[in-house]
């Protein structure tokens, strides 16, 4: 298949490029071709952007990774406008060319991110859920989608609504490895936040079923089956590094240092991936102990 792919350069599109470069053609659109290079390989086209493209109708299957680390920087008037920004622009200018070309790519996969539930309690949240709450993690998701179906006339449009991604060395476990190595590690908060998160060999595995599969379209959590307490998720990983797990962080501590990003630490939702196991898609990482001893 010939593949168009925004943020390929991130920890999922790059993963998926390594396992799948076989079965597909790559083009990626980076701002730092340099690097994409190195990390990519020389098999993959490169482009600055999707300005350059002439004929999106020459992939068969785009998909859409686009966007600035939402947990990178603290959430400043700015730095909210660059997440819309990063996210929103990509998707509006994908969705119109796929709009206008005489043979539109196939399919359309389109990140979005499981915030779109906004905060929970700990019942399970399928894909039918609509907010309950309206924060900036809702707005940001809800208008990313809305841009992204802007295309459901032309292709099958699915939202990919990912839950926190669990990978060796990267992404957001590296981050929070650091206090667990030292015997420092504990909950954030009262932990019964509800956690969703997927294994990265999971969610690659699931992006090219949903390329397979055209009879899955609009939202797909990807998040693994088994949804956990902040409390579990934190004594799980202490318990796989053979670590002690008794240091607790307050929840006024992470308002303070984090401002309005401590909503992402401090609430959750318990996110299940109902479409995928109902269309036949098999986790090799159901619960996260076995996703963390894969990943740490």
């Known amino acids: 298949m010939n593949i168009l792919m925004t943020g390929g350069t991130g920890l999922i599109g790059s993963a998926f490029i390594r396992k799948y470069r076989s079965e597909h053609q790559f083009t990626v659109t980076t701002r730092n071709k340099e690097r994409a290079k190195k990390a990519l390989g020389e098999d993959v086209t490169l482009l600055s952007s999707v300005d350059e493209l002439t004929d999106i109708g020459q992939f068969e299957a785009v998909i859409n990774l686009q966007g600035d680390g939402i947990a990178d920087k603290r959430w400043s008037d700015s730095r909210k406008q660059a997440l819309k920004d990063s996210r929103w622009q990509v998707t509006e200018k994908l969705a119109a060319m796929i709009k206008a070309a005489e043979t539109p790519p196939k399919v359309f996969l389109s990140g979005s991110a499981i915030g779109y539930y906004g905060p929970r309690d700990a019942q399970p949240v399928d894909e039918n859920e609509s907010p309950k709450h309206t924060d900036f993690a809702v707005t940001l998701c809800q208008e990313w989608e809305r841009r992204a179906l802007a295309a459901e006339d032309a292709t099958r449009v699915v939202l990919l609504r990912t839950g926190v991604v669990l990978a060796k060395g990267e992404g957001a476990l590296a981050k929070m490895l650091f206090p667990y190595k030292f015997g420092l590690g504990g909950p954030l908060g009262d932990g019964d936040q509800m956690m969703s998160w997927i294994q990265l060999e999971d ?78 898609f098999e986790f090799e990482y159901p619960t996260v102990r076995e996703a963390f001893q894969v990943s740490v």
């Open 203 to 280: 969610m690659i595995r699931a992006i090219q079923y949903l390329l397979e599969h055209d009879n899955l379209s609009g939202p797909v959590n990807m998040t693994a089956p088994g949804p956990v307490t902040n409390e579990a998720f934190s004594r799980t990983l202490a318990s796989v590094l053979n670590k002690p797990h008794f240091m607790r962080v307050p929840g006024f501590v992470l308002k303070l240092g984090l401002g309005e990003m401590s909503s992402m630490l401090l609430k959750g939702q318990a996110v299940v991936p109902d479409k995928l196991r109902s269309h036949g």
